[in-house]
């Protein structure tokens, strides 16, 4: 299979009777969105992505989408690769109705007026999902913060700051 760019928008139906497939990548610096939430530029995502029609007769974007970020760790505050991947199956639905009925192996998603639906949008949604909110180096090892805990050592700190309920009564029996 050839890689080709993938398009920004496709007729899942049309995509799904031709039984279409694509192996390919979204350039990075096109995802606006998912780039805001790295430290660098992203990296090109490899998609890859098969159309068809099950045995019950829905309509099926099935797939995989791949890319690499620049993070900066939120322990050590330096920047770190890591690669973020993940699995789709969208379905098309038209009315609350069939998205009721989707069995839960699919995910509904919503086609325009003229039954298409921006992929690209859609597989920047998952990364972004996808993406870790307080990103940090997984790998203990590479973290210059070692494996100190800094969470917990704030939450003892702030535990440390609330009055001892027994001073109180300390007061009152010194009285
Ligand atoms: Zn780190």
Known sequence: MQTVKIPVSIDPSRAA??????????PGP???RLRELCAGD??????????????QGIVY????????????????????????????????????A????????YDPIECNEIGEVRLHQLIEDELIVATPTIPKHENVVECSMGSQDVSVGEIEAAQEERPNPF???QKLKSK
């Open 167 to 169: 001073a109180v009564l």
């Open 61 to 96: 974007l099935k797939g995989k989408a791949v890319t690499e970020l620049t993070l900066i760790c939120q322990r050590c505050m330096t920047q770190y690769n890591t690669e973020v991947t993940v699995e789709f199956c969208f379905s098309p639905c038209k009315t609350e």
């Open 98 to 105: 069939e998205i009721d009925e989707l069995p839960d192996a």
């Open 17 to 26: 009777t031709s039984g279409l497939s694509y192996k390919g990548i979204i």
């Open 30 to 32: 096109q995802l606006k």
């Open 42 to 55: 992203c990296s090109d995502v490899t998609v890859s992505l098969e159309c068809g029609v099950d045995l």
